[in-house]
């Protein structure tokens, strides 16, 4: 069973950074992609960043400049360093990673964990 641990969420102030890392267990043949996504309350859950295996990024638009994911593989860990945090960050930020087991792709999530940015 695959699992993914996510921590570094808490409460930061507007214009503050968090750091939030997200490591994968268990027992598979590798891990494709890794991202993080986000849910508001009353809106729906968005991506925000997502690496590839090879390393290539992609950023939602309204954290681009602001926010910068990375992985390490030996450690099959997900990090995500937000910067110059908004208010219009808070949300609860989950973590997803494509894992291939004995040669099939799925999708599994963390239990997300909580970022609120005070004004």
């Known amino acids: 069973q695959v699992r993914l641990m996510e921590s570094g969420g808490g409460l930061v102030q507007a214009g503050g950074s968090l750091s939030l890392s997200c490591a994968a267990s268990g027992w598979f043949s590798r891990i494709d992609g890794m991202g993080w996504y986000r849910q508001a309350p009353g809106k729906q859950r968005e991506l925000v960043a997502y690496?590839?295996?090879?390393?290539?990024?992609d950023y939602a638009d309204s954290v681009k400049g602001r926010f910068t994911i990375s992985r390490d593989n030996a450690k099959n860990t997900v990090y995500l360093q937000m910067n110059s945090l908004k208010l219009e960050d808070t949300a609860v930020y989950y973590c997803?990673?494509?894992?291939?087991?004995?040669?099939?792709?799925?999708?599994?999530w963390g239990q997300g964990t909580q970022v609120t940015v005070s004004s």
């Open positions: 997803n990673a494509l894992v291939v087991v004995l040669m099939k792709s799925s999708d599994y």
């Open positions: 690496i590839r295996g090879g390393g290539a990024t």
